[in-house]
């Protein structure tokens, strides 16, 4: 956390796919584990049923007893790299989070994002948001055609 640092920070919720459940923006010097309460609610408000006992991996930022407390009354299971060892492979499954986080940043207007307005920050997430969402979509279809495209196999 960098008390002074500007610009914004997303506090996201993907599903397997990297498809935008929920979202929570903030202020860049806010620290990451106040955050996930609005997060989970921001999935909750837009009617997605998380999965009972769906798992969510969190870095070490999160690492508290009122994360746990929080997840575990929410019915998720959090995998949580604990402060001061090493973290596991399961936290490994992170790389989904980051890797929509990397294709919202694939947008530039969000990584130098000077925007103060909070509707005009809003737009630019909904935005990159869509183009995430077409480009899944355009992908699971061109395999899809491949796949049934395919010859069949002779015995």
């Known amino acids: ?3 002074g640092k500007g610009g914004i920070k997303r506090s996201t919720i993907v599903d397997a796919n990297g498809i935008r459940l929920g979202l929570v923006t903030a ?13 989970l609610e921001a999935a909750r408000e837009a009617s997605i049923e998380l999965p009972e006992h769906a798992s969510v991996h969190l870095d070490r930022a999160y690492d508290s ?13 959090g995998v949580i790299s604990e402060k001061g060892r090493p973290a596991l492979l399961t936290a490994g ?3 989904v989070v980051e890797r ?26 909904a935005f990159s948001n869509v183009v995430i969402i077409v480009r899944r979509l355009i992908r699971e ?8 495209q395919r010859p069949a196999r002779r015995p």
């Open 1 to 3: 956390m960098d008390r």
């Open 27 to 39: 202020g860049a010097n806010r620290h990451d584990s106040p955050l996930l309460a609005p997060t």
């Open 65 to 77: 007893k009122v994360t746990r407390w929080l997840l575990q009354r929410q019915g998720l299971v």
């Open 93 to 95: 499954l992170r790389w």
């Open 100 to 125: 929509t986080n990397s294709w919202h940043n694939a947008h530039k207007k969000l990584v130098w994002c000077t925007e103060r307005e909070e509707p005009v920050i809003d737009f630019w997430i």
């Open 141 to 148: 279809a061109w395999t899809r055609y491949r796949w049934e």
